[in-house]
């Protein structure tokens, strides 16, 4: 099955926060909405000239506040239905993870073949150094009750990706220990 195209939600989500340029936007992807979801450059640009097209946002250029010409992106009424309906709908599927790593690992058939060692060492410093990144913009961003309160669901998805990450590196640390008996 194809997968759905989720940037359009993703770009009318962030412009419905606050009006943003191009650049802003590609900026959220290299930082908050990155840890979750990755997307080129140039996608964003695309999506933003269809978006446009369809009207569900408006862009405005001109000198804002400084001797440089912008457009920022304003979501209209029709891409704040579009985004609301999308937010209440349900995905009765599982999303595939498409994982390079546990690929190769599927195409390992001896537990002696010498690559076997340093990919799961490889991978376990990986996910280890994401993990103290995620643990880093857990302080950063949730030090308090009312942040986590103001942004309830940004805290969730960084407290699963903090669960998801710790089990990914145990069960990494277990299928190299298995490796030395």
Known sequence: MAQRNLLPFILLGLIEQSPKTGYDLKKEFETEIGEFWSVK???????????????QIVSETGYFGNKIEKTYYKITNKGKETLETWKYSYDKQLVVNKDEFVLKLY???????????????????????????????????????????????????????????????????EAIGFLAK
């Open 41 to 55: 450059h140039s996608q964003i640009y695309s999506e933003l000239k269809r978006l446009v097209a369809s009207e």
């Open 107 to 173: 195409f390992i058939k001896d537990k002696n073949d010498p690559r076997l060692k340093d990919l799961l060492n490889e991978q376990l410093l990986l996910h280890k150094n994401k993990l103290n990144h995620l643990n880093e913009r857990m302080k950063k961003l949730f030090s308090d009750t009312k942040e986590i309160d103001d942004n309830y669901g940004h805290y969730l998805i960084l407290n699963h990706a903090i669960r998801r990450e710790n089990e990914y590196a145990s069960w990494l640390e």
